[in-house]
């Protein structure tokens, strides 16, 4: 019922992509660039979808500074993904040839597939279904501002080293090159990947729940104001972030950054959660090429539901948890029921868990769970193997029980518009040859968001 009440609300406060170039922003750590997604994998989208980048990749040609940089010249160009070198600037970020691709190292940090790409694609796939066209004049430009290794501090609006203004320089020449057009332009999304430098402590930079979501608060609102201001447009993108987690998340804060990120978006309608990122395929830390593009299909699924269809999207969430005596039930808000187990990937590993991600801590301590069970449509019993005593948690991804990572899901059946691939001598690692996906398309169940809540003891 809380899903269907959310898919029935209709947004009309973010803009749409009514603009001559309607762009979508991306910004974040090494997760929003790509860092080692090669091989690239989408290297011909057809045409006529009229999705595009500014100059030969979505990334500039400098993996940081304060500027945007288009690699080979600020034109408008089609939409692909591409590997761009790491030698030093001003020499490097050029693209890398698919011959020197295949010799690169195993674990080489090289940027290649972005979530951007997988997220234009889907989106304008289903936007032009929903339509019934089968083309659209107007662009969607996907401009990639992420630099690697930051804190959210790092990535804000007057730190010194200025990387924010990477997007103002960016939407700065789209709005050029539409203006010498006679051409309008808007920023349709700000879609935001990051901050899992934010768990670490030693990194400097804030870890505490309602600190970090003061900052990532005023990212966005900084990134609205500055971005529309150069366009001139009254409505405000939708901006999309993805969960923190995985590998990356740490118990000692309580999953703070993850917490942080959902509580924004149960906030403000006009922030929406598109997917955790433990579910896809890794290269341990880093998504692998597959994994960026299928998490860049979540992506499109959302900006489609929420700016085409102006749904209220809210990923799979816990709604309540209760206890009595050793029976645990948690209660969910499930877009595409009903709830099933399945197995994520580590690595190129599919895995289930024995307590499918979850975990129950009390005032003493770990309580052991001895079975877990989808017994309706939103719901899941999970049966404890002691007696509880003073406050409850249920936790769900989290660092002590998986790593991370879960096996909630629902079952959307949204088809993704690309296939798994594998590509034997290109550079992928051999692993990521999973038969199970080579060559069908994307699974895109909704996997469930990473929490910790209080049981409300009954």
Not at 225 to 236: F, K, L, S, V
Not at 237 to 250: H, K, M
Request: net charge negative.
């Amino acid at each position: 019922a809380a899903a269907a009440a959310a898919r029935d609300e209709i947004n009309t406060r973010i803009a749409r992509p009514v603009y001559d170039y309607n762009i979508l922003i991306t910004d974040g750590q090494s997760l929003s660039n790509g860092t080692e997604g090669w091989a690239a994998l989408s290297k011909d989208i057809r045409a006529t979808l009229n999705i595009n980048m500014l100059g030969d990749s979505v990334r500039p040609k400098n993996e940081n500074g304060s500027t945007f940089t288009p690699l080979n010249g600020a034109e408008i160009r089609s939409a692909r993904a591409v590997v761009q070198d790491l030698i030093a600037p001003p020499d490097g970020g050029n693209l890398m040839t698919d011959e020197a691709v295949a010799a690169l190292p195993r674990g080489a940090n090289n940027f290649g597939e972005t979530v951007d790409i997988g997220a234009m694609w889907m989106w304008r796939e289903m936007q032009l279904q929903f339509r019934g066209v089968v083309t659209d004049e107007r662009k969607i430009v996907a401009v990639n501002c992420g630099v690697g290794g930051q804190i959210i501090e790092h990535l804000s609006k007057g730190h010194s080293w200025g990387f924010y203004n990477r997007i103002i320089s960016a939407v700065t020449q789209i709005k050029a090159i539409a203006d010498a057009e006679g051409k309008t332009c808007g920023v349709v999304g700000f879609l935001y990947l990051g901050n899992e430098y934010n768990y670490d402590s030693t990194k400097g930079g804030a870890t505490d729940r309602a600190e970090y979501r003061a900052l990532l608060r005023k990212l966005i609102d900084d990134v609205i104001t500055d971005t529309t201001a150069i366009t001139g447009q009254t409505e405000p993108p939708l901006t999309v972030l993805y969960q923190t987690s995985g590998s990356w998340t740490r118990d000692s804060t309580n999953m703070s950054i993850g917490e942080a990120q959902l509580d924004i978006c149960a906030a403000d309608a006009n922030v929406m959660m598109a997917s955790p990122a433990y579910a896809v395929t890794d290269k341990g830390g880093h998504l692998d090429a597959n994994g960026y593009r299928w998490l860049g299909m979540q992506f499109g699924k959302v900006l489609h539901r929420a700016i085409d269809r102006r749904q209220n999207w809210r990923p799979l969430q816990p709604l309540s948890v209760t206890l009595s005596g050793t029976f645990l039930r948690a209660d969910f808000l499930v877009w595409s029921p009903p709830l099933q187990f399945r197995a994520c990937y580590v690595g190129s590993s599919p895995t289930t868990y024995a307590a499918k991600g979850f975990r129950v801590t009390d005032d003493a301590g770990d309580v052991p769970v001895t079975r877990v069970d989808i017994v309706a449509d939103t719901v899941v019993d999970i049966t404890l193997g002691r007696e509880t005593t003073g406050d409850v948690y249920l936790w769900y991804a989290s660092q002590t029980g998986s790593n991370g990572n879960g096996n909630l899901f629902d079952s959307d059946t949204t088809v993704a518009v690309a296939n798994y691939e594998f590509h034997e001598g290109t550079g992928q690692y051999p692993e990521s040859n999973i038969p199970e996906l080579v060559n069908r398309p994307y699974p895109l169940n909704n996997p469930c968001v990473a929490f910790r809540r209080q049981a409300i003891i009954i």
